[in-house]
């Protein structure tokens, strides 16, 4: 019950007694002005007695404030808080406070300061009169400013936290007078540059160090000398160099992920330097690490995080996983697995978290009765057979959990079925007629028998309810069968019994000649696959697996029979060649072998459709890791853009490719590459193939980061179909003859103006049109470079990324040859096999 009218008459009476009675002045006085200027009026009469108050034992100076989470929001007014001269602690964390008084920085004797989760955007320059601070954290606030040189005056600072700001620059050469720092927490913010000279012999004491999330680069030796760090993070920076540098017997935390850190593992394993049985938490993830994973974890078995995704490691079987009994989260995703997933997976008791996708593993789904776990990731192997029902029983009690793209069999009539479509999308198989009854088995209990005749029965009603409807289909003499997806280009509709609608992009295929149209595997002419296994490897041709929408058609992603890998790639555009001619095109172009040639692998003719088969390239095309592009499907108003990479939405880490291509010698090795592709099909095949659409995003970058060029030959398949395709071309790319009156078909040359294009690109890391070119907004990037090579200023150009990676002189060199590739004459140019020559010429030196 409420104190009523005749109460709170009372109380506000005692109040303003008591306010009236309280000599100004005073620190009683002070905190009262605060409270109440601030909107907070809910304190008791006496604040030395609340317990958010502690004052000295006479009662006459505040010592101590925590008005953490009340509410209290606006600016800090001028003569309250700011007069407490006796104030040692005082946090005001989480509120919404947006501005600091003009007396704050006369707190003479505080050593410890919260103002962190709040708003506030102030000068901190006055820092450094907090001579006794000990700790100070303004984590998650608005400042946008340097961290301020006067931090040199916190001789006593232990603790700092200025994490998830926007503080800018690099870190100040003054923080390296704060040799008492126990902890620093720079992260989330905007800081770059190196670390100041003498940062790791400047802090003995310092246990744990933060500066994740910001654009601090360097060499991690940098810090290799604090002595006595046990927590260290530094991901998502542009640190290099070997990760052997950093590892301290310590440690027990230490993330390194998202760098550009390159080097073998195994030497960190037996540096002498480094005991693992103190480390708690690794993660290595996403940069450059090569070699194997650690093949005998004998001293890690204290670990509970481990994340070795997306690196660079040779193929190796599991390791030994069985060694990592208190392990809780593991990511090995995209680390370049083969083989079984071991069983003994199923021993880790506390794992919560497993990821595994993008990998090369086969075998059968473990058991996995972890009873913690959540998040499971198998996505994107070559597992195969049937999914015990035990991991089916257990997925709708998991929050994440994806199977797609595998060669799994799987049945599940509990589980609903768009979930089902979204965890085992690409999957090949699908639950069999006749299911085996262990499927629908629970946990056993004393009425296992009934619940397994009940669902014999029910089974067998299913199994008759569907013969006879199947039994009534038949009876209709055909059956087409419409699949569905979104729209990607208006063109008139391609018919037969299998037609590819491509205003609405629906495949419209009669079912029954869809297990009888042949689909060629160059490679092995006895595995049987038909039209249906391409239907079945792509859901239809779902737009979900749809990787690429290019100027030739629409490209898929699957797994075919046998688990060939492949993308699949529909020619929409209406080809004038019969079913033979263009069966015998393809047929010569699986012919064509070369280092840096995307294989065809194979093709079907159904229909008027001719559909060109590939390897799958994993590492995704120069365009997309050129421009830091995020993986998957290009959404673009032009078409010319084709695309074939992995949309990783795995749950546990979603990591793209930044960071591969900020090196010289390699730009250099995806350029001679290219250049040997277009010099075998220009001089090397006979009649010459002209390519006709060379551009960046027709690079791509397989497995061992071999440059390939892909979609060569396809202009063939069309006959005179694509000539209006091909006048338009790719813009930034089209050559100056294209526009032309007397212009009548592409040449060699043309293809060499279009090398130079991407020439220009891996150098100066520019896109060909629509891009900052200093000092000529209105030029292409042709027009910019070129401008500049004519007045011997070609180093303004180049990329920074790539500035310092190599000798300038030969990325000059590089320029004046795209200079030459571009020339507006067709006869000014040279030849592919004149490129890869001068090319070569200046090849960086190996490592």
Request: charged letters at 20%; proline letters at 5%.
């Amino acid at each position: 019950m409420g104190l009523g009218v005749f109460g709170s008459v009372m109380v506000m009476t005692l109040l303003f007694q008591h306010l009236a009675c309280q000599q100004p002045n005073t620190d009683e006085f002070f905190v009262s002005e605060f409270l109440n200027k601030m909107g907070f009026h809910n304190y008791p009469v006496s604040v030395c007695s609340w317990e958010r108050v502690s004052c000295d034992a006479n009662r006459e100076h505040v010592v101590e404030l925590n008005f953490s989470a009340m509410g209290l929001s606006g600016p800090i007014p001028d003569n309250s808080i700011g007069k407490l001269s006796k104030l040692q602690t005082l946090d005001l964390s989480f509120n919404k406070i947006t501005a600091l008084p003009s007396d704050f920085w006369s707190f003479s004797s505080l050593k410890t300061l919260n103002l962190s989760s709040n708003q506030i955007s102030d000068s901190l320059n006055n820092i450094g009169n907090f001579g006794f601070l000990e700790t100070f954290d303004l984590s998650s606030n608005n400042y946008a400013d340097e961290i301020p040189e006067a931090i040199r005056s916190l001789v006593k600072l232990r603790v700092l936290k200025l994490s998830r700001n926007m503080f800018t620059q690099s870190i100040p050469l003054g923080i390296l007078k704060c040799q008492s720092l126990v902890s620093i927490d720079l992260s989330s913010n905007r800081l770059n540059g190196t670390l100041p000279d003498g940062f790791e012999a400047a802090f003995p004491k310092l246990r744990t160090l933060n500066l994740a999330g910001n654009k601090i680069y360097g060499r991690v030796s940098d810090i290799s000398g604090l002595k006595s760090i046990v927590s260290l993070n530094i991901s998502g920076n542009l640190f290099e160099g070997s990760v052997m540098d950093v590892f301290q017997e310590q440690l027990e935390v230490l993330d390194l992920s998202r760098n550009q850190f390159q080097g073998h593992i195994p030497q960190v394993h037996y540096s002498s330097n480094f005991n693992w049985s103190h480390l708690v938490y690794l993660d290595l993830s996403d940069n450059e690490l090569s070699g194997e994973f650690f093949q005998n974890l004998n001293q890690t078995l204290n670990i509970k995080h481990l994340n070795l995704a997306h690196n660079r490691f040779t193929r190796q079987k599991f390791p030994l996983i069985e060694m990592l009994p208190e392990l809780e989260y593991l990511n090995l995703s995209k680390s370049s697995l083969v083989g079984n997933i071991p069983n003994e997976i199923s021993q880790l008791s506390n794992l919560n978290a497993l990821d595994l996708s993008t990998n090369h593993l086969t075998g059968k789904v473990p058991l996995l009765r972890n009873r913690d776990l959540q998040i499971l990731d198998l996505s994107n192997n070559n597992l195969s057979g049937e999914v015990s029902p035990y991991v089916l029983e257990k997925l709708p009690l998991m929050e994440k959990y994806n199977f797609s793209y595998n060669n799994l069999t799987f049945c599940a009539l509990e589980i609903n079925h768009d979930i089902m479509q979204k965890t085992f999308f690409g999957s090949v198989n699908s639950c069999p007629i006749a299911a085996n009854p262990t499927l629908f088995k629970r946990r056993a209990t004393k009425h296992n028998g009934m619940k397994l005749a009940l669902v014999l029965t029910f089974a067998m009603i299913c199994l008759l309810a569907g013969i006879l409807f199947l039994a009534f289909v038949c009876r209709r003499r055909t059956r087409m069968w419409e699949v569905k997806q979104s729209s990607y280009r208006e063109e008139q509709n391609i018919s037969g019994p299998f037609s590819f609608q491509t205003d609405s992009t629906t495949w419209v295929a009669d079912v029954k000649q869809a297990t009888s149209v042949p689909v060629v595997i160059f490679e092995k002419p006895l595995l049987s696959i038909t039209f249906a296994d391409l239907l079945s490897a792509t859901s239809n041709f779902d737009r979900g697996t749809l990787l690429a929408e290019g100027k030739f058609g629409p490209v898929y992603r699957g797994f075919l029979p046998g688990g060939i890998h492949v993308a699949i790639k529909v020619l929409v555009v209406g080809s004038t060649l019969t079913d033979q001619e263009a069966a015998r095109e393809l047929e010569c172009l699986g012919r064509i072998k070369h280092p840096n040639l995307v294989p065809l692998t194979g093709y079907c003719v159904a229909g008027d459709q001719r559909i060109a088969i590939y390897d799958y390239m994993e590492n995704g095309s120069l365009q997309n890791l050129l421009y830091d592009l995020p993986l998957g499907l290009q959404s673009t108003e032009d078409w010319s853009t084709d695309t074939w990479e992995e949309a990783h939405n795995n749950g546990i880490q979603n990591a793209g490719s930044e960071g591969l291509l900020t090196t010289w010698p390699f730009r250099h090795k995806i350029a001679l590459g290219t250049a040997r592709a277009l010099a075998f099909l220009h001089h090397g095949c006979s009649p010459p193939i002209i390519h006709r659409d060379v551009k960046a995003s027709s690079v791509y970058l397989d497995y061992d980061l071999e440059p390939r060029l892909s979609d060569f030959g396809l202009a063939k398949i069309f006959g005179n179909g694509l000539d209006e395709e091909i006048v338009r071309g790719s813009p930034g790319y089209v050559p100056p003859e294209f526009s032309q009156p007397e212009f009548e078909s592409p040449t060699p040359k043309s293809d060499v103006y279009c090398f130079g294009v991407v020439l220009f690109e891996l150098i100066t890391g520019k896109k060909p049109v629509d891009d900052d070119y200093p000092d000529d907004k209105e030029a292409t990037l042709v027009s910019w470079v070129r401008g500049l090579v004519r007045k011997n200023q070609a180093s303004r150009v180049i990329d920074p990324k790539i500035r310092d990676t190599g000798p300038d002189e030969q990325m000059e060199e590089a320029l004046k040859i795209g200079y030459l590739c571009t020339a507006d004459l067709p006869s000014k140019r040279p030849s592919m096999q004149q490129i890869v020559g001068l090319k070569k010429d200046i090849e960086p030196a190996a490592n």
